[in-house]
């Protein structure tokens, strides 16, 4: 048999979630030799610490040395971190949410966001400024992170209010939300939360993205529905979108006029909306016999339908303005 090298050894080695999680709490008990002052009196007899300092090889007499990992800096200040609810340790916040050994990925995954979160609400990166070990820690740790979301095709996002969750890479959605932050920040934000591995299976919350985002798309899907009306702007979109894209509908109307076709994906997407469980709860839904298995199904379809439709709105404004750059 072939021996593999090192380098192919490193490419088909699979990370293993628990492994990862134990390789990060390894960091953050990782012991840094700091050196402490030794206490002092004020001149009324109050006890008086300074900062802490790192330790630069030389002894003084007026300090003593201690061994401090970055744990007992998130345990010391723990009751600092506003959303520790009722918790009194970082340890027992773990344990109450179950994040505490990390067997699978989306365990792994809170268990970042909740660290991470952590070091923000203790301003921990601030406090450490002046002791490089910790600095050096801190950063290894984002490393590792950054590497696991790399590899596992994940990348961390920040929320409107703040808050930074782990979504799933997806390309199509990056590009939709950045088309989107351009009108609406809270909208392009919920593009890639639906990604969001906790929303697996959490049906209501799909359905209340799909429902906002159908807010931002509606305008136009109307608009579309009667191409002979459509301002210039649309028009010239849509007169590239039908080369591109299949249409749907008769060539003439009733009085044998000769009019625009749809662009079927358009129309067909206003049809999930207001027929696929999302907008209306009567007879002609066409949901109504689907499991949730199915149901979460559908509204992943309807999510993928809804990139592509804005996808392909981009797409005719650059096709527009390249027409009007040739006949420059």
């Not at 802490?52 to 003593?64: A, I, L, R």
């Not at 070091?119 to 921990?124: A, I, Q, R, S, V």
Request: proline share 2%; charged share 30%; glycine share 4%.
């Amino acid at each position: 048999m072939t021996r593999k090298n090192y380098f192919e050894l490193l490419k088909e080695n699979e990370m293993d979630p628990h492994n990862e999680y134990k390789k990060i709490v390894q960091l953050l008990e990782h012991k840094v030799v700091m050196c402490f002052p030794k206490m002092k009196l004020s001149p009324n007899g109050t006890p008086v610490v300074d900062d802490f300092v790192d330790v630069d090889g030389s002894t003084h007499e007026d300090f003593f040395t201690d061994e401090w990992t970055l744990m007992n800096m998130i345990h010391n200040d723990f009751f600092g971190y506003e959303k520790r609810r009722t918790t009194t340790s970082f340890t027992q916040l773990l344990d109450e949410l179950e994040i505490n050994h990390c067997n699978d990925f989306d365990t792994l995954y809170t268990f970042f966001e909740c660290l991470l979160d952590v070091f923000e609400g203790l301003n921990l990166d601030i406090r450490v400024r002046n002791y490089e070990g910790f600095i050096d820690l801190i950063s290894e740790i984002r490393k590792n992170i950054n590497i696991i979301l790399d590899e596992s095709n994940h990348e961390l996002i920040t929320l409107e209010n703040g808050d930074k969750i782990i979504v799933e890479k997806n390309a199509y959605a990056s590009e939709v939300s950045q088309i989107i932050s351009e009108t609406s920040i809270e909208d392009a934000i919920k593009v890639l939360e639906y990604n969001h591995f906790s929303n697996k299976r959490n049906i209501q919350r799909k359905k209340e993205i799909l429902l906002s985002l159908a807010g931002y798309l509606e305008p136009y899907l109307k608009e579309f529905e009667h191409p002979d009306t459509l301002p210039k702007e649309l028009k010239d979109i849509y007169n590239e979108l039908k080369i591109v894209l299949q249409t749907k509908g008769a060539d003439t109307n009733k009085k044998g006029e000769k009019i625009s076709k749809k662009i079927a994906v358009f129309d067909n997407l206003s049809e999930m909306y207001n027929k696929g469980g999302l907008r209306h709860n009567n007879d002609e839904q066409y949901h109504l016999n689907m499991n949730d298995e199915e149901l979460e199904q559908w509204y992943d379809n309807i999510y993928s339908s809804t990139l592509f439709v804005i996808l392909s709105l981009e797409m005719g404004k650059n096709l527009s303005k390249l027409n009007e750059l040739k006949k420059k």
